[in-house]
């Protein structure tokens, strides 16, 4: 089943902080962030597996809700380079483990 | 540590042709997976495999598709009789164990059916 992520897009002027959500109806085994820039491939961020857990950089970190239904991805002091659009792909609990189900995405800009 | 690699990285190909498309995985990952991107969406499963062998691609279509990882050798995405719906950007990912690990994802291959 295919997570749903909110919002399809924003757009940030540098510095300012954006939220990405990424949401499923059935608990997650594990969700991954993603970054892909224009042509380019997905560009791995981080990945998630246990209930409220929460990791990440100093600007760019995520959480896992406690149910493990939603996490989101926090974008702090945005940069330039931080432009792209970032999908969560997550594996299911149970059943087939191992195959990343991908979002639509969320088409981040970030202008100076 | 060289990433995952794809070639060719632009394929282009007429109607009714095959593509071929190969994945080099990252240095001791056995476990490699491919997508298929359409133009302005995510990113779908196709196939997951472990050296000589398929272990799930339920997201591959039944016909003119299939896909190898020989047990010497790059994983195999074939393509037969391409159509133009099979035009898209076709990603593969390798990871070293299956469960809850992260899957590096090559540059990808754009083919292009005219």
Same mark, same amino acid.
Not at chain 1, 62 to 89: D, M, P, R, V, W
Not at chain 2, 2 to 8: K, L
Not at chain 2, 28 to 46: C, D, N, T
Not at chain 2, 52 to 71: L, Q
């Given at each position: %089943? ?10 940030? @002027? ?20 993603? @970054? ?7 560009? +791995? ?18 959480? +896992?809700?406690?149910?493990? %239904? %939603? ?15 970032? +999908? ?13 189900? +991908? ?10 | =540590?060289?990433?995952?690699?794809? =070639? ?17 995985? #990252? ?10 991107? !359409? ?6 499963? #196709?196939?997951? !495999? ?14 003119? $598709?299939?896909?190898? $990882? ?45």
């Amino acid at each position: %089943q295919q997570p749903v992520q909110s919002p399809q897009a924003v757009i940030l @002027r540098e510095g300012e902080d954006a939220v990405i959500n990424c949401s499923s109806s059935k608990a997650l085994y594990s969700v991954h962030w993603y @970054r892909q820039k224009h042509g380019e491939a997905p560009v +791995f961020l981080m990945i998630l597996l246990k209930g409220g857990e929460q990791k990440g950089h100093e600007k760019i970190s995520a959480s +896992f809700n406690e149910k493990k %239904q %939603q996490s989101s991805l926090y974008l702090t002091a945005s940069q330039l380079s931080y432009s792209g659009t970032y +999908f969560c792909g997550t594996e299911n609990s149970g059943g087939s483990n191992y195959k990343l189900t +991908f979002g639509k995405g969320t088409l981040l800009t970030v202008n100076p | =540590n060289a990433g995952v690699m794809q =070639n060719p990285r632009h394929l282009v190909r007429r109607r009714g042709q095959e593509a071929r498309l190969r994945c080099s995985p #990252m240095k001791g990952h056995s476990h490699v997976y491919w997508y298929r991107q !359409l133009p302005e969406e995510g990113l779908k499963f #196709m196939v997951y !495999l472990q050296k000589e062998n398929i272990i799930d691609e339920s997201g591959m279509p039944k016909e003119r $598709f299939s896909a190898e $990882f020989p047990k010497e050798g790059p994983s195999i995405l074939r393509i037969q009789q391409v159509v133009r719906g099979d035009s898209a950007a076709y990603f593969c990912a390798s990871s070293p164990t299956p469960f809850g690990e992260t899957q590096y994802f090559g540059p990808g291959t754009r083919l292009l059916v005219l």
